[in-house]
């Protein structure tokens, strides 16, 4: 049975950082590729960052210069790490998982097989 749990979110000021993390079993963990979505209310789901098995990242431009992926094959587990939030990061923010892992795609959605339950970011004062 395929899990990927998402953790880390919460409530952040602006200008705040915060980790968020995937956690993944049920698969062969280091040959997937991961993707972090985020879905803002009345908004469409959007690919936020993914890491290949090999490591190798993309950004959506949104997230450039202030996100970063990261993975640890050893602990089955995916982070972003995210700094200098802004309130429109607000949002449900999941993480995905593609067997297709060894290099990037597109980002469609429809590219990832398994996906997590989410988690609520919401940036405020």
């Known amino acids: 049975q395929v899990q990927l749990v998402e953790s880390g979110g919460c409530l952040v000021q602006p200008w705040g950082s915060l980790r968020l993390s995937c956690a993944a079993s049920?698969?062969?963990?280091?040959?997937?590729?991961i993707g972090w979505y985020r879905q803002a209310p009345g908004k469409q789901l959007e690919l936020v960052a993914d890491?290949?098995?090999?490591?190798?990242?993309n950004y959506a431009d949104s997230a450039k210069d202030r996100f970063t992926i990261s993975r640890d094959n050893a602990k089955n587990t995916v982070y972003l790490q995210m700094s200098s939030l802004k309130p429109e990061d607000t949002a449900v923010y999941y993480c995905?998982?593609?067997?297709?892992?060894?290099?990037?795609?597109?980002?469609?959605?429809?590219?990832?097989?398994?996906w997590g339950q989410g988690t609520q970011v919401t940036v405020s004062s």
């Open positions: 995905a998982a593609r067997s297709l892992g060894n290099y990037y795609i597109s980002g469609r959605p429809s590219e990832y097989e398994y």
């Open positions: 049920g698969i062969i963990f280091s040959i997937f590729a």
């Open positions: 890491i290949t098995s090999g490591g190798s990242t």
